[in-house]
Every structure is written in structure tokens, then in C-alpha cells.
């Protein structure tokens, strides 16, 4: 069952972390989408495959940006890409996968067990957002209390209804 993962959806995620300089001059765009693409639960888990997204990334910055990990965004400046950032856009791209999912009690299984093993707001948005047929009351206001409890508001703040 391969993900149906939009390109433009990937190079979206990727230009707010490393800007368009990394995205248009290396193949990290192409290579992620294709790793996301190509995923299956009957291949891989979800964490194995979070792995290789982030050693694709790490990879491939590291080799284009050097040891200074500074990329050059639209407007000119530079930045420097943290471990923590890589982690971040890591996580992005697996909320990606995750929207690309079918809604199936299996998928919701496997996302909800990948949120207790890995901290991903991403895996807690799409249970939020897509899973809520699959969780009792109280356990969806559990989760939007944790979500509210351990991430800033302007990660969750556009998506996480009100209290």
C-alpha cells in the first residue's frame, strides 16, 4: 500500500526548515518523498521508518550545508539547522504520511502506538483530527490536554479546537 505523499506537500515542509536553496539544489525532496512514499506497514515500522527519514536528512544537509548546518532562506539571512530542528522537520514529514493514510482502525492503531514511543505532534494531530471515531470522549480531551501541556500554542493553535 503505497502512501499517496504529494511532492509539493514535502518541498512545503522542508522549505520552512532549510529554505529553497537546499530544496532546489539537492535531492532531498525527491528522496524523501520517495522514502515516504514507499512505506508499508508489512515492510517497515513507523519508527524505522522515522529513522530514515532522519538520517536522510541529516545526511543530506550535512553534505550540502557542511559542518556549519547554516542554510540560506528566502530572505537572505542564514540559519543554522539544529539537531532539535531535524527532529522537528522529521516529524513533519511523518504528519504528512500520517494525512496520507486511509482511516482505518489499523492505521489508528499503529499511529497511537508510534505517539507513545516517539514524541510527535504530528501522530497527536491526525489521532486528534482523523481518529476521533476511535477514541472515547474523555481520551480525546486527554490528548488535547497533553498537547496544550507540552507544545508552544503556535504549534497547535490553528487545528486544536478550544477547550
Known amino acids: 500500500m503505497a502512501a499517496s505523499v504529494s511532492e509539493d506537500s514535502v518541498r512545503q515542509a522542508l522549505r520552512l526548515w532549510v529554505g529553497m536553496d537546499v530544496i532546489d539544489n539537492t535531492s532531498i525532496s525527491r528522496e524523501a518523498v520517495t522514502l515516504l512514499r514507499r512505506y508499508s506497514p508489512f515492510r517497515q515500522s513507523l519508527s524505522e521508518l522515522r529513522d530514515a527519514v532522519e538520517t536522510l536528512l541529516l545526511g543530506i544537509l550535512h553534505r550540502f550545508l557542511g559542518v556549519s548546518m547554516s542554510a540560506r532562506m528566502e530572505d537572505g539571512c542564514f540559519r543554522r539547522i539544529l539537531m532539535r530542528d531535524i527532529v ?31 514524541e510527535s505532534l504530528a501522530a497527536l494531530r491526525v489521532l486528534y483530527q482523523k481518529y476521533e471515531q476511535w ?11 497533553m498537547i496544550r501541556r507540552v507544545y508552544p500554542k503556535e504549534r497547535y493553535e490553528q487545528w486544536l479546537c478550544l477547550p
Open 135 to 145: 477514541m472515547k470522549p474523555d481520551e480525546r480531551a486527554v490528548l488535547a490536554a
Open 88 to 118: 522537528a522537520l522529521t516529524d513533519d514529514l511523518m504528519g504528512i504520511l500520517f494525512d496520507s493514510l486511509a482511516v482505518y482502525s489499523v492505521n489508528y492503531e499503529l499511529i497511537s502506538a508510534y505517539s507513545l514511543s516517539h
